[in-house]
């Protein structure tokens, strides 16, 4: 009775908390180790046969491996976005909370535009078509970065706050000029919300869909995500096929987030920088 | 060599001025101690010399080069924070010699000082560590190699032993002695405790408000305090102070009386005044003596015998609150009135303006 009193609500809530992510992610195995009849029912049951090797080689070679053009984008995509976000935001972050000037307020209202205003699909292509960014790597990573920068911005500028000016003030002391700061005493100390805006937003850009769906056409420039249109057409879906590539495309991401979870958590949380 | 000259230097943050014109000369080797209440402007004095605040108005000569405008690196000057502000993603040896890195130093002389630095200051085991695994003291050790390394011509502490405890505090204030006499450097040294710098300070510098009330040698300053402020400052426990009126004066002895007490002979030589002058007097507690027809008659309020010495807390007949230092064990208790006299040359006597009335005399000064 008492055990049932201490622990029911927690049980409860393991269960329906595995239920909500655990039962969608069995599905998707499953599915994607059936063969492609029984696959169309998109049923909950044991497969009757494992083409486990047939299906993973056929969703890696379909359209002259187009899966492993798409990784390879998606890689550059999201190293190039989160290599620009890191050192863009923390330089504005620093900058914006340790310098007093007349236009901060006007910097703020920016940043908070950025985070709030809906992004506007067609001005912006015919934007990247006037600059010769359309359908570019290059003019993706721009997109990704323009998109998330304010809120990264937001994050190191809080955690910039907690680092006590003297330190700043030793680095000039000692001769450090201003990159030297940034470079190698700020940033550095910034760690946490670095891993963190790595994490969470690498995560994000390599699962991103809808924007390189808008932005990037073209086969050449496919990410992971539009390979899943390989498999799926108005008539004609091979679901076996079309889950093995989900898992495929899912792993990569889920395996960032288990090795960095603890660092992640951490970089949340923490604020205050232990001298 | 390294004189520093500050002529009439002042800061305001916008319509705030915090110094208002400070003129200060520091001799090469000299241990100066800018001592204060809170928010006198010590800090910021310091910071403009550092190079780490605009200098508003005036001019801050380092050697004989006019340092206003001069980036702080440039200026043969290192400081250590109160905070100690080591880079804590830095091992010790490297947060010693992030300077000497920047400066570009060859690594074997780099290296070779960055451990005499850490040999001077006994912390040659640390040196692989992060600031993280070190004690309060251990960092403190840190961020002064962090300036000796740099060989600079002046140091700058700002409060460098605040963030410790009461016994560390004593240790790393007699090392920073023996340092400055190893070193042979210049030393600025900011703090608001006044014993500490009693104890360091080749000269004392008061500041108050953003002025400077006195600079001299601690002994000076105890001895011959400027004004009020100073004399209320300096010493420990603090200078006993009651207004009186100058009753007469007989050669160079004046005589001034108050309501709480009687007669009382001050020996001032030189000094002008006359009857019926409103003054302030000042008594140490160490000077006062019992003697049961002394002028100074107080109630007892609290007894500290501590055998050596003993602390009598007393009040006056108009309520004033009066300290008294005697050598010695009395038996004296509370509720007990009692007879306090001064030797004639001890008390102090401050005029309208709260200015000693000894020193406002140059000759008297001497003659004292
Ligand atoms: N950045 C600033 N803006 C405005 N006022 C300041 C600033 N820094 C210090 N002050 C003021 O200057 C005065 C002196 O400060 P400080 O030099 O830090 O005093 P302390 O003697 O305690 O070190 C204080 O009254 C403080 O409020
Ligand atoms: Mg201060």
Not at chain 2, 220 to 239: C, D, R, T, W
Not at chain 2, 261 to 278: C, E, K, N, Q, W
Not at chain 2, 348 to 364: C, E, K, S, W
């Amino acid at each position: 009775m008492t055990l049932v009193r201490r622990y029911g609500l927690t049980v409860a809530a393991l269960i329906g908390a595995g239920f909500v992510f655990v039962v969608p992610f069995l599905f998707i195995v499953l599915t994607a180790v059936k063969d492609r009849t029984q696959a169309a029912q998109l049923d909950f049951t044991w497969p009757t046969s494992f083409p486990l090797w047939e299906n993973f080689w056929t969703v890696i070679s379909t359209r002259d491996f187009m899966l492993i053009t798409a990784y390879i984008n998606s890689t550059i995509l999201t190293v190039g976005s989160i290599t620009l976000l890191v050192i863009l935001a923390a330089m504005v972050g620093y900058v914006r909370q340790r310098r007093k000037a007349w236009w901060n307020g006007l910097v703020d209202f920016l940043v908070l535009a950025g985070l709030m205003m809906p992004p506007a699909v067609v001005p912006t292509i015919w934007l990247l078509q006037q600059l010769g960014l359309f359908a570019t790597l290059h003019g993706m990573i721009f997109i990704e970065v323009a998109y998330n920068i304010s809120f990264c911005i937001i994050l190191y500028r809080a955690f910039v706050a907690t680092i006590p000016r003297e330190m700043d003030e030793a680095a000039i002391i000692d001769g450090a000029r201003p990159m030297d700061i940034f470079f190698r005493v700020i940033l550095p100390m910034l760690k946490p919300v670095t891993i963190t805006v790595i994490v969470v937003q690498s995560v994000a850009i390599f699962n991103d869909f809808v924007n390189p769906l808008y932005y990037l056409p073209g086969n050449d420039n496919v990410t992971v995500q539009l390979t899943l249109y390989n498999f799926q057409s108005q008539f004609n879906t091979s679901y076996n096929l079309l889950f093995m590539n989900i898992l495929l495309v899912t792993i990569p991401p889920l395996i960032v987030f288990l090795f960095f979870n603890r660092q992640i958590v951490a970089g949340m949380t923490s604020g205050a920088v232990k001298g | 060599m390294s004189d520093l000259t500050l002529k009439s230097i002042r800061k305001s943050y916008g319509a705030v001025e915090v110094i208002k014109g400070i003129d200060l000369e520091i001799a090469h080797g000299e241990f100066v101690v800018f001592v204060g209440p809170s928010g006198c402007g010590k800090s910021t004095l310091l910071r403009m010399i550092a190079g780490l605040e605009e200098i508003t108005a005036g001019s801050l000569h380092i050697g004989n080069v006019l340092c206003n405008d001069v980036e702080p690196r440039d200026r043969g000057i290192a400081m250590v924070f109160q905070s100690y502000a080591l880079y804590p993603h830095m091992t010790v040896y490297d947060n010693v010699g992030f300077g000497l890195k920047l400066a570009k130093a060859p690594k074997d002389g780099r290296d070779k000082k960055i451990r005499d630095a850490a040999r001077i200051l006994q912390m040659e085991h640390l040196l692989d560590r992060k600031p993280s695994q070190l004690s309060g003291g251990q960092r403190q050790r840190v961020a002064i190699g962090r300036a000796i390394v740099r060989q600079p011509e002046v140091f700058l502490f700002d409060e460098p032993l605040s963030n410790l405890d009461a016994a560390l505090r004593v240790d790393m204030r007699m090392e920073l002695s023996k340092l400055h006499q190893e070193l042979g450097a210049t030393m600025i040294y900011v703090t608001h405790d006044q014993v500490e710098a009693m104890t360091l300070a080749d000269k004392i510098v008061v500041l108050n408000g953003g002025e400077v009330q006195q600079a001299g040698a601690p002994i000076e300053l105890y001895q011959h305090p400027a004004n009020l402020f100073v004399a209320g400052f300096i010493g420990s426990p603090k200078m006993n102070f009651l207004p009186v009126t100058v009753k007469g004066i007989e050669g160079d002895t004046i005589v001034v009386q108050a309501d709480e007490i009687d007669d009382l002979r001050v020996s001032i030589p030189g000094a002008t005044a006359r009857p019926g002058d409103a003054m302030t007097l000042g008594i140490r507690p160490h000077a006062l003596r019992t003697g049961a027809d002394g002028p100074i008659k107080g109630t007892v309020d609290l007894v500290e015998r501590l055998g050596n010495e003993t602390i009598v807390n007393f009040r006056l007949g108009g309520g004033t609150q009066w300290l008294a230092v005697l050598d010695g064990d009395m038996p004296l208790h509370r509720g007990q009135t009692v007879g306090f006299t001064a030797p004639e040359g001890e008390p102090v006597l401050f005029d309208r303006d709260g200015r000693n009335i000894a020193i406002a005399n140059p000759q008297a000064e001497k003659a004292a």
